[in-house]
């Protein structure tokens, strides 16, 4: 996510964002990936999948406030390369952010493997495995459920991140009607959980490759093998090809649809000032 406009953004020097995302993601993503391991590894015992869907907000709320002052708060690489595409930040910016991010995120997987590693081992009896009645690999990354194709697995993603990057842009468009700036976070997060109650059934709701690549590189060293990239019909690249897709189509349909109506942000500015003298 990003709530900054590309010169703020760009304030910082690569090397701050690398490191700053580097710890936020470990931070951030750890939420995530340890109430999925919650859940299975517990059998449905200590959690449901509500309580995937709500740590994961709440991971995105924390580290869109740690972040957002110093470097925009970019958790999603393909929000960031989307920034990219549009011009707001530079290539060596977008190297940053992403290494950042990656580095982050496969240090949050090897924390929460280190985190659980007895319940994995107890409870897969040693055998690391992708699919089958004692798969784990799904802790860390997304795997689409058996009745869905892949076409429609990658549907499922695009418009999930259509409706992400929609969302992101609704909360934070100041020619807009966009939310003040110190609930923008909490409201990211209530957004990204919506989606998971909404749009997580077909692939889990990765949205983000830098949520989801980087633990699947992870499991494929750390016991789970090559599987991690061939299993269902080698589903990896979906999750970072689809929402990179529906990102740059959102931002497409936002502008078509909203932001080419709305007013110079001086003239919105003007007209809420006239709108709170009527109500004075």
């Known amino acids: 996510f990003c709530r900054k406009n590309s010169k703020e953004a760009q304030s910082p020097t690569a090397t701050r964002i690398l490191l700053i995302y580097l710890s936020l993601f470990l931070f951030t993503q750890v939420f995530g990936l340890s109430s999925v391991a919650q859940v299975v590894l517990g059998k449905g015992n200590t959690g449901q999948y509500l309580s995937i869907n709500m740590a994961f907000g709440i991971g995105v709320t924390l580290g869109i406030y740690a972040a957002g002052g110093v470097s925009g708060a970019h958790l999603n690489a393909a929000i960031t390369i989307t920034h990219w595409v549009l011009g707001n930040i530079s290539r060596t910016m977008l190297a940053a952010y992403i290494t950042g991010q990656f580095l982050g995120s496969f240090m949050a997987a090897a924390t929460v493997f280190a985190l659980y590693y007895d319940a994995i081992y107890d409870y897969t009896n040693g055998s690391l495995t992708v699919t089958g009645p004692t798969a784990t690999a799904m ?51 209530m957004l990204v959980l919506g989606i998971g109650l909404g749009m997580g059934l077909n692939t889990g709701y990765a949205i983000n490759p830098s949520r989801d690549l980087p633990p699947r590189i992870f499991t494929a ?60």
């Open 139 to 189: 802790i860390f990354s997304t795997y689409p459920a058996p009745n869905v194709s892949l076409q429609g697995a990658f549907f499922t993603e695009f418009t999930a991140t259509v409706m992400l990057i929609l969302g992101v842009l609704v909360i934070h468009d100041e020619k807009n009607n966009a939310a003040i700036k110190g609930a923008q976070p909490m409201l990211s997060g």
């Open 221 to 280: 060293i750390a016991g789970w093998g090559t599987a991690v990239f061939t299993a269902e019909h080698s589903w990896w690249w979906v999750p970072v090809a689809a929402p990179i897709l529906g990102c740059l189509f959102g931002v497409f349909v936002y502008k078509l649809c909203i932001d080419f109506h709305n007013d110079p942000v001086h003239e919105t500015e003007h007209k809420k000032e006239e709108a709170g003298m009527e109500t004075s």
